[in-house]
Each structure stands twice: as structure tokens, then as C-alpha cells.
């Protein structure tokens, strides 16, 4: 199956990933709808692959700090407290 790869930072302090760049990584089967190879025009056989598999994270930054978003909930449950 065809699948998006997404290159992007890695978080270690939050664990989150933060997409920076995808692309398509084709998987060359006659059969696949998302395929360049993908032999019908309008297709609607049933026997061809109608769904894309998971994207896969590929990290090519890793950072010791967290993203921006736990940051900004970070500094919203701050000055929620000071208040």
C-alpha cells in the first residue's frame, strides 16, 4: 500500500511530533488506487486497494525541549494559578 512518510521534530521531553515536511512513498502495485502504476482510469473495481496505509513519522530533528503547544499549556496553567 501507498503511505505518506513525514519527516518532522521529535519532542523527547513531551513525546509529541511535529510534522515538517510529508510525501507520498509509492508503492508500485498494479492494484493500488494512489499508485503511479494503477491500471484503471476511474476505477471501480473492487479488487483494487481503496485506502492509503498509516503515515509513518520519521524523525530528522530531535529536540530536548518541549513543542509549542505543551509550552503554551504550560504557561496558561501558570498564569491560571496566578490569578
Known sequence: ?????????Y???????VGMH?????CLRP???FSRRHLHFGCKSQS???LMA???KNPIRIS?????DCI???RAMIAGARS
Not at 11 to 17: K, L, V
Not at 22 to 26: A, G, K, Q, V
Not at 64 to 68: D, G, K, L, M, V
Open 54 to 56: 498509516l503515515p509513518v
Open 48 to 50: 483494487c486497494i481503496r
Open 11 to 17: 519532542h523527547t521531553a513531551c513525546g509529541h511530533f
Open 31 to 33: 492494484n493500488c488506487l
Open 64 to 68: 530536548p525541549t518541549s513543542c509549542a
Open 22 to 26: 510529508s510525501e507520498i512513498h509509492d
Open 72 to 74: 503554551a499549556i504550560e
Open 1 to 9: 500500500m501507498c503511505h505518506n512518510v513525514i519527516d518532522g521534530r
